[in-house]
Every structure is written in C-alpha cells, then in structure tokens.
C-alpha cells in the first residue's frame, strides 16, 4: 500500500519566528557570489565574442564556433554553482500550543526533544525564507576598509621599494587575497549597509540579495558592449578603440560604457519591479543594484592595481578613490533611473496590483525576532519603515535646497548617462592633457581633479537625498 502524504498546514498570520543573529551572513554569501559572477562575466565575453569577433581584435569577424563552445563549456560549471547558491531558502517553525489532549513531551526529528508544562499540541510549518535583511553597522564596515587598505598597503610596500626577495614576495602571497577581498568588497557593503539601515526600507534578506545580484549580473551586457560590439563600430568608423589616449578609446569611456552600463542597470531595474512598491523603493532598488555593478567592477580593477608594478602605491589609491567616488556614483546614477521608475510605476496605480514578498508590503507573513549568542532578542532599529533620525537630522540640513527627482524613466536614465558621461569623459581628458609631462604639477593637476569630482559627486548627493527621503510621494 502506498503511503499517503500527509498536507502541510497552512502558515498562520502574524506567526512568530525566533532565529539567531547573523549580520555578516549576507556579507560572506555575496563574497562567495561575487566570485563565481566574476568568471560568468568573463566568460560570457567569450560566448558571444564567438559571433561577433572570434579574434577579439576590434574587427567583425571572424566568426569562431569553437570560441563559443569552449567559453560555454567553461561556462556552465560556473551558472551551476551559481544557480545552486541561489536556490529557494526554506524556513521550518516548530510551534506549540496549549491543548487539553495533547502531550507533555514531543519528540522531534534529529534527536531533540519538547518538553512543556501543560499538554501541548506541536505544529510544524515550512515556509519560503522571509528573513529580513541583515547587515553589519556601518561603522564596523568602514573600519575594516581603512585598517584593511592600511595593512594591506603596509605589508605590500617592502616589494614595491626592495624588489623581488623571498621574504617580500611570501609576504605579498599571504595578503594578496585578503587584500582583494577588503579592496573591492568592503567599502560597497558599507554603503549599503548605509541605505538599508538608515532610509527606511525594509526588505527581505533574499529579495535584497537578488538587487545586489542583479547588479552583478548587469555588467555582463555591459562588458559584452564595451568590448565587444563598441570596438567593433567605432574601428569601422576609422577609430581604434585600443589605441591608449586616441579617441576610439575616449569614445569607449565617454559614450559607450555610460550609455552601455546605464541601460543595463535601469534594465536591471525594471526586471525587479516588482520590489517598488513606491519611488523611494525604486531609488534603493536602483542605488542597490548600482552597488552590485560596482562590486564586480571594483572586483577587477583591485584586481588590476594589486598586479601592477607599484602595486602597494597603486593599490591604496585605487582602493580608496573607488570607495568614496566610483561606488557611491554607480548607486546615484542608478538611484536616479530607478527613482524615476518608481514613480512611473506609482502612476496610474499600477503599485496596486504588485504583489511584493514579506518586508516589503505593510502586510508580512512572520513576525521575526533576533536573537543573540546568550539567546536575549536583538534591537530590530534597523528594520523601521521610516528613515533613522541620524538620516533625518542630516537632510534635514540640505531640504531648503532640494533638487526634484527625475519622475520620468527617460529623463532617470539619461542624467544617469549624463552623469556618468561626464565623470568618465573629464577624468580621460584630463588625463590625455596632461600624458606627456611627467612633472610633480601634473601629477597633483589629476589628483586635485579627482578630487574636485568627487566634491561634486557629494555635493549632488547631498541636493538629491533630501527628495528621496523627506519629499517622496508614497503612492
């Protein structure tokens, strides 16, 4: 005879759910994925390169099967892993509740037992994973960047001044990875820790994981345009895009990687409306998956900075410049498309008929509490649908000289383009300006632009912040 299952009973409302604090569980999960996405963006340029450019040297042509089926074949092992990393997470409660006919002691699978003081009746539910997000403070985050970079650079500079020796070489080997790791990583989950615990979103941990990936996963049209499709139309337009300071390659920054990345970000954006419930949840969609796209680029060009010849020298700049322009900028100009989708999304109620995972509506499925090593709950500050007073307090101070947001998609993504156009277009001009002199005033003329940018960069931030959190319409 065959056994018949015996149905799952439905979850109650408002069920209660006590799990363990883990705030760095989300930072080592994106570590491990950003990882494997590294290689899946990498490789997926090999894929299509077999169509377009089987040589890869900027001409049509020709094309390569054999280039497609060895990047698939190398591929697949990757999209595996990476489909197993995101597989459906599970919750299994186990509640009790008084009942005259029921036991004193329950049993349970794995060995543990249940025991009360009154019969009691135990139900098991088994639900998808609502967790909210969980992310380490801020301050934690960026302490770690700065002692990181610090040590990091410290234990890199005998090689950069002594050469090649045993000793420097081993102590370059032993730091190299955890320099990486805290180069690229860090200063993206500080940032974001920033926007989830301070403008007053609150999200499930997986739904806020898919932003972040989604950003990751954004840079594999992006790569696919600028080194690929751009270099083959620009060098049949009589450019060569390979050529360093000619304008093939000033056309690859300033025009292709701007329009390329922004509309593979708003892209992004729009495959995950179904998470804006309002614009301002379209501006954490959109700045989240700006931080995801930074996260792989940053990836590489640490990546780049740790091999180069003065890797200690170069490392430290690139590490820092990138954590305080490249990544906030990447999560503003995509805040601005996704700001503007929201509230493309808010009109004619089309808000109404999204249904939205646990966290994001006013409805959740459970109700979840935190709890620490010595099993007390946790302060859940963090997870309030208004925005902190720390947030409050500081566009408070700039709310008199507001700019409005971008309400329409079009106009979101083409100050995202402008925005990052002028960024990359005033850096490569700078930079070609000054190319032949070597001089100490050159040096300091980059330097000193670098930092003019990035006081316009915050200075932009700090006018748009203020609309998106105190004069956003929720609607």
């Known amino acids: 005879m065959i056994p018949t299952g015996i149905p799952l009973t439905p979850t109650p409302e408002q069920l209660t759910v006590w799990r363990a604090s883990t705030p760095w569980q989300t930072v080592r999960s994106m570590l491990g994925l950003v990882i494997i996405c590294f290689f899946i963006a990498q490789l997926a340029v090999l894929v299509v390169a077999g169509y377009i ?12 099967p054999f280039v497609t089926f060895v990047g698939s074949l190398c591929l697949s092992p990757f999209l595996m892993v990476f489909f197993f990393l995101r597989r459906p997470k599970l919750t299994h409660s ?28 135990v139900r098991h539910h088994i639900f998808r994973s609502t967790a909210p997000l969980e992310m380490p403070r801020p301050k934690h985050l960026w302490l770690l960047f700065i002692l990181g970079v610090t040590v990091s650079t410290a234990c890199l500079l005998p090689l950069t001044l002594n050469g090649a020796n045993v000793v420097t070489v081993l102590l370059a080997v032993v730091i190299v990875l955890p320099a990486w790791l805290i180069g690229f990583a860090t200063p993206v989950f500080a940032w974001w820790s920033i926007t989830s615990r301070h403008m007053g979103i609150t999200m499930s941990r997986r739904d806020a994981e898919w932003i972040l990936v989604a950003g990751m996963l954004s840079t594999v049209p992006a790569i696919i345009i600028n080194s690929l499709v751009s270099p083959v139309v620009l060098n049949g337009l009589g450019f060569d895009a390979y050529e360093v300071g000619s304008w093939g390659e000033g056309m690859i920054l300033f025009l292709s990687a701007p329009i390329g990345e922004e509309l593979s970000k708003a892209f992004a954006v729009l495959c995950l409306s179904h998470l804006i419930v309002s614009p301002k949840h379209g501006f954490y969609v959109g700045s989240t998956v700006g931080l995801g796209f930074a996260l792989l680029e940053n990836a590489q060009y640490i990546f780049m900075a740790l091999l180069s010849d003065y890797s200690s020298i170069s490392y430290f700049f690139t590490a820092s410049l990138r954590g305080l322009s ?17 509230c493309w999304l808010a009109r004619d109620n ?3 008929n999204i249904t939205n995972s646990a966290f994001v509506t006013h409805d959740p499925e459970a109700t979840w509490i935190l709890y620490d090593k010595k099993g007390q709950p946790v302060s859940t500050a963090g997870w309030a649908n208004i925005p902190s007073d720390r947030m409050i307090r500081l566009v408070s101070r700039y ?13 979101g993504i083409l100050l995202a383009i402008l925005g990052h156009g002028l960024w990359n277009g005033t850096s490569w001009g700078v930079g070609r300006l000054l190319a032949d002199s070597d001089s100490i005033l050159a040096i300091l003329l980059q330097l000193g632009w670098l930092v003019l940018m990035v006081l316009t ?19």
């Open 399 to 411: 709310e008199q000289y507001a700019w409005s947001m971008p309400s329409r998609p079009l106009t």
């Open 94 to 121: 186990i509640n009790a509740h008084p009942d005259p006919i029921g036991q004193t002691t329950h049993a349970l699978a794995g060995g543990a037992v249940i025991q009360s003081t009154q019969p009691t009746s």
């Open 53 to 64: 450019d089987g040589d890869m040297n900027g001409t049509l042509g020709p094309f390569d």
């Open 350 to 352: 089309r808000l109404a």
């Open 326 to 342: 490249s990544i906030p900028g990447h999560a503003l100009w995509t805040g601005l498309s996704g700001y503007a989708i929201g």
């Open 457 to 475: 960069l915050w200075f932009c931030i700090l006018r748009w912040l203020p609309t998106v959190v105190l004069g956003s319409k929720e609607t």
